[in-house]
């Protein structure tokens, strides 16, 4: 722990920057004019100077995304089920949401939205852990400790910040990991976003910030967060590497985070891309989106499915046949079969814990305030026996 | 303004006509913030005035709290009167410097040469199932900063005329809105106008105890009285509406009557606004007390998931808990005997 | 460790030697904010950590204090046990949200999993002869959130005691340090225990009245008990030292004891500190109680200038006015029969 | 009042825009890759695409330059005296200081920090009313609003959002004033900056967001600050026009400005101005510089003085001569005689206007503190007498 920690070392934090003439500074500091595709629409290669992952991995993509995206449709109609709060569906975004932890490694940190459900169970989380927020039994399912992935956060963009501090932390103590921060479109207005970026390009903080431009916050337009030609350009402003990309090109967003996490992962600094895609569904259950845009938009993104693209481009390099997609159509369902007869079982939730991890120990208000909650507890169950 | 009429009314729509006609009435006044355009707010309290008024009188920002207050106070320099939308209490802590260091201040500073008019209206405390983040009960942040006037109907007629006294008035306010209350109905005819800025309400006349609510905890002790009637007692509900300016001389005088007193806020326990209350009426009405001021309040928590929500609020039970504890026998609680 | 031995020592340098002892004894404890490196800080409390534990354990930033606070939880995430400097009061702020919705929560968030050991130092109050937003009491808004523990002390030797505790603490602790006690210093030899988190002290025991203080009101009350000597009053003076976990227990047994109690705060008195502890005091010692829990607080206005501070802080006199007023002839207080 | 003002006409808040191929949308938003000089540092005119401003206009600029630093230089004495609380001083900055406010007109709005003392005084405020705060008399000495200038900011880059928020309520009715927003260069660190420029951008609010770089914030240096190659780029990311500039070179920063304010006044958004330059003193007279920054550095940018620069180029191009640099020294010394005698009367200040601003109208309970206070005096008067 004594080390000198890479980012740490390369950030040579009192040197001066002189005002002689340089030459072009921002030149590679620019994202591409456009954003960077590797499939066409219908799913033909496009040449690309990014890497394009190895068959294997785009076959697992696929079926990822496949699986999320059912999953998806699931937690969808749990809600209209009653069996759960609010769910904020991500379909349409499979593409950012598997590609997102397919490029980062277990030990990487990921810090994920309150949209990122579906990327969390492409990370492997227990799915009924995942609903444990939108459920409402607990504000966190899982151990986030032990699986290197932060609270799904709520409060827009904060969670960026967290990000560069845990990156920074890592390497200050010897690890190579790298902490990816999901954000989307209309956070990057927030204060924190800003205060994030320039914290993790200060200090050289292993960090990959993804915004998935998904053109709304709930209502509002992307017109209305930013006047600059895309928000991948933000990275000029902080001096960092950054990158636009088609959102709904699985191969094309899998290659741009994997050269942002490898740029990340060898003491490059932080990277941010900028993925642009579209959410079909409304921003939650419980919102109108016939209220801000037309079906006419929407019908026009359907015709861009990230997995319909996917499946084209891998049946036609012979990645995948007939038989896998079936297989992967049936895992799938049999995962949304099992989530569905899991989410009905109702979960007990202890209410004790209420008072048990406010602090490590409880404060002596707070057990005179647990025993009152319990001393009631206990006369209606009498009532009620 | 609105036609006279009286009709079934929610909060929510108390609120939409309050704006609506302080818009109709002063062309100073303008509404943003974030989803309050096309949408209408999540809680559809703008519904209908981009529609009505244009888009440069009702429009969204961008997702940045901070900058939609402070976006407020500079239009307020230069003579417009902003009404701002915080979309949930949590997500107005990102505005927290602008509201202490510039909004609650800037009259004082300037000796009275730049007043801040403008209403920052707070969908507040929960109640409704929310997640986290969506349920804070903040008041007190914004009573203990002086400068600010903070306001929080507990019924549709005030949630029509306070809103409209806020838009009126030369400081800045924060408009607390109990979220829980939106759908609650009234046969109201708008536009009304109700007792004005610190001015407390005696809901329900009462001999025995006085019980103090505000917001969302006003329905809740309205219920308790009703249910304390059939264990004898005859409780006395009074409705704060505003907590700053504050009412001490109704408070004052109903507690000297009754001699007993509960308060009751949803808010965490802890130096929230109940220990204010608490602490001013032991203070003025010392000699009447025949027992402790008691509060009922919030546990000491960060806002429980909706599934234990329940455990967290004050209901009718804990204020009734509270009541039997006023020392009919004159005996002194037990509960603190130990403590 | 520090070598053991007894000299004069400020509490500024008490808090650095805190600080240099804690970041020897534990490599996790990292420390950085605005100036805190080269400058050693405004005050000069991190002075020299840089020299002797170099850029990576004490850094400076960028400007940012919600920038500061969240990255000091992510870091707390990866396993270290970051130390941060707000520069001064009002400068907190800004970090408002992460104070509140992340540091506070993160524990309670998370089932235990993920602990936010972290310390925010915030310089607080008045008394300097500061410009605006440099003098803001800010325990109110940290003690009503529930997760943080909030902490101030009153003399050197908790100045260091409680800031190692603070370290070492599995939770989040605001540490408000007193400004204009920063160079008041004590015969103490360093390193010092002194009683733990939650554990109020008598700092002068006495018969007739309790003063309840804290931070930069405890030497207030230290002097007003003295001049109260020459009335013929023997006041008792506690220290709170930690508002969160608060000491029920000592409050309790003195004002039982004594049936008189004045707290002596100096944040603006509006839903402050206070009133919380006036509340609570009432509540449990009711029936001990002579005369009501008298407040004596700063105004409700935002922090004066400095030609003006002396009328807003609350001093000797408007403590020894506020013992007068605790009914010695039984009276009631002829102040409130009015209001 | 009912016209649809010009900045929100402009904003077209709802269209969207769209993913295909754009021509470098980026390209016109760099600044110039070495920061604007207009002369060198002996005084020599550099060739330059900005335009220089007219004779009577830079002559002018020469003087509030001397006056201001001769203010400046006094400020700092008196605080040595006791007769200021603290003193902020902006000596080696006055190209910026000054010619900040000569490029906005009476009517537009003027955004000061706590380092804009000087500033002030040459928009013409009267200096024992700029320095009210500082002596802690009151908070704020001078009438923002008669004077269409804020109160000086310390609370860092929250005034920005309301420069932003004066633009578009001023353009919203009809007026076409101009709002200038100065800001330190680690202020721009600060989400509120970020937030400012972004409100400003989106709504195409007339602002000049202008900073001074100079180096350093208390003792922290520009590279804890950002990454970048400079703080103008940090425009491009919010799709507006920037520009750096030789903050030491007064007709640079005076011409640069020009462009901006004309920029933001006809209706093309928001302009980004940063000014490299350097504070000569410690950050106030409680600072100690030399914990961190050596002497020789500031050696060096004695030798860069902004107002040696102008004198120069003005006695070259014969705007300037011994009699009328005699007349303006004379001036400059008439009014820091003037200041330091009016700073000697000790000022009263009324203890009751603790109450009577808090709100246009008193609350009771501020009328009962009120009553306390004013009966405490009047027994202290007592005694006293
Ligand atoms: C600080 C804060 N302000 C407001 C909200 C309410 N809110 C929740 S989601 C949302 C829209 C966010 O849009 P975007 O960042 O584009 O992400 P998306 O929902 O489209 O994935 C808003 C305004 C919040 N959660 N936090
Ligand atoms: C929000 C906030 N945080 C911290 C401070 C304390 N502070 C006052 S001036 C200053 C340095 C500002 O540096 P810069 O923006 O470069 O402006 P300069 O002082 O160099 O003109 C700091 C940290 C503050 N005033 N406001
Ligand atoms: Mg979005
Ligand atoms: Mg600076």
Not at chain 1, 227 to 248: F, M, R
Request: charged share 25%; glycine share 8%.
């Amino acid at each position: 722990m004594t080390t000198t920690p890479r980012a740490v070392r390369r950030a040579s934090p009192r040197a001066r920057r002189t005002t002689a003439p340089q030459p072009d500074p921002a030149a590679p500091l620019l994202p591409s004019r456009d954003p960077v595709r590797m499939l066409d629409e219908s799913g033909k290669r496009i040449p690309s100077e990014y890497a394009e992952p190895p068959g294997e991995t785009l076959r697992e993509l696929y079926r990822r995304m496949v699986i999320g995206r059912r999953f998806d449709v699931q937690a969808t109609a749990l809600t209209k089920q009653g069996r759960l709060a609010v769910y904020p569906s991500s379909r349409g975004q499979e593409a950012c949401q598997v590609a997102g932890v397919m490029a980062v490694r277990p030990d990487d940190w990921v810090f994920p939205t309150y949209r990122e459900s579906m990327a969390l169970v492409s990370r492997g989380i227990d799915p009924v852990e995942v609903l444990t927020l939108l459920r409402g039994d607990w504000h966190c399912g899982y151990d986030p400790a032990a699986l290197h992935t932060a609270p799904q956060c709520t409060p827009l963009a904060t969670q960026t910040i967290h990000a560069a501090g845990v990156a920074y932390g890592e390497a200050y103590q010897g690890r190579d990991t790298v902490a990816l921060a999901f954000i989307g479109d209309g956070a990057t207005s927030e204060g924190d976003f800003h205060e994030g970026v320039n914290f993790a390009a200060v200090f050289r903080a292993p960090v990959v910030f993804f915004v998935q431009n998904n053109r709304y916050a709930i209502s509002v337009p992307l017109s209305r967060q930013t006047a600059a030609p895309s928000l991948a350009y933000k990275g000029v402003g902080y001096g960092i590497a950054c990158e636009q990309v088609d959102g709904n090109d699985p191969v094309a967003v899998l290659a741009v985070l994997n050269r942002a996490v490898e740029h990340a992962r060898s003491g490059n600094g932080p990277f941010l891309v900028e993925a642009h895609t579209y959410r079909l569904e409304p921003h939650t259950n419980a919102d109108d989106a016939s209220r801000y845009r037309t079906m006419d938009e929407v019908e026009a993104w359907l015709g861009r499915d990230p997995i319909a693209r996917l499946e084209a481009y891998l049946r036609g390099a012979g990645v995948l046949d007939d038989a896998a997609v079936e297989a992967v159509r049936a895992e799938a369902e049999a995962y949304a079969a099992d989530l569905r007869e899991r989410m009905n079982a109702e979960p007990t939730v202890d209410p004790m814990s209420l008072f048990d991890h406010v602090y490590a120990t409880p404060t002596p208000q707070l057990l005179e305030q647990r025993e009152q909650v319990r001393a009631e507890l206990a006369a209606e169950s009498e009532v009620e026996s | 303004m609105s036609a006279v009429t009286t009709t079934s009314v929610s909060m929510a729509k108390a609120l939409n006509a309050a704006l609506r006609d302080a818009m109709a009435a002063d062309e100073r006044v303008v509404v943003f913030g974030e989803d309050v355009g096309q949408l209408g707010g999540v809680f559809r309290i703008t519904d209908g005035l981009l529609a009505t008024y244009g888009e440069q009188r009702c429009f969204d920002t961008p997702l940045a709290e901070a900058g939609i207050v402070g976006f407020a106070v500079g239009m307020a320099m230069s003579g417009l009167r902003p009404v701002v939308e915080m979309q949930f209490d949590a997500f107005a802590y990102p505005a927290f410097e602008q509201i202490t260091s510039h909004v609650a201040k800037l009259r004082n500073r300037t000796r009275g040469a730049l007043g801040v008019p403008i209403v920052i209206r707070v969908p507040y405390a929960g109640g409704i199932g929310g997640v986290e983040h969506h349920c804070d009960s903040s008041e007190a942040y914004y009573a203990h900063t002086p400068g600010l006037k903070v306001v929080t109907p507990g019924c549709v007629e005030d949630a029509y005329s306070l809103l409209r006294e806020a838009i009126d008035d030369p400081d800045p306010v924060v408009f607390l809105e109990p979220k829980k209350l939106y759908f609650t109905s009234a046969e109201a005819s708008l536009p009304v106008t109700t007792p004005g800025f610190g001015r407390a309400v005696v809901r329900r006349p009462g001999r025995d105890a006085t019980l103090i609510a505000y917001g969302p905890s006003v329905p809740v002790a309205l219920e308790a009285a009703e249910a304390a009637r059939d264990e004898g007692w005859d409780l006395e509900v009074i409705d704060l509406r505003t907590l700053v300016p504050f009412d001490d001389e109704t408070v004052t005088a109903s507690v000297r009557r009754t001699g007993r007193c509960v308060v009751v806020q949803e808010a965490q326990g802890f130096a929230g606004m109940g220990a204010e209350i608490a602490a001013r009426v032991q203070e003025r009405c010392f000699h009447s007390l025949h027992a402790p001021v008691l509060r009922v309040a919030g546990l000491d928590i960060p806002y429980p998931p909706p599934k234990l929500e329940h455990l967290h609020l004050p209901g009718v039970d804990r204020v009734l808990d509270a009541v039997a504890r006023l020392q009919w026998d004159d005996q002194p609680d037990p509960r603190w005997v130990a403590a």
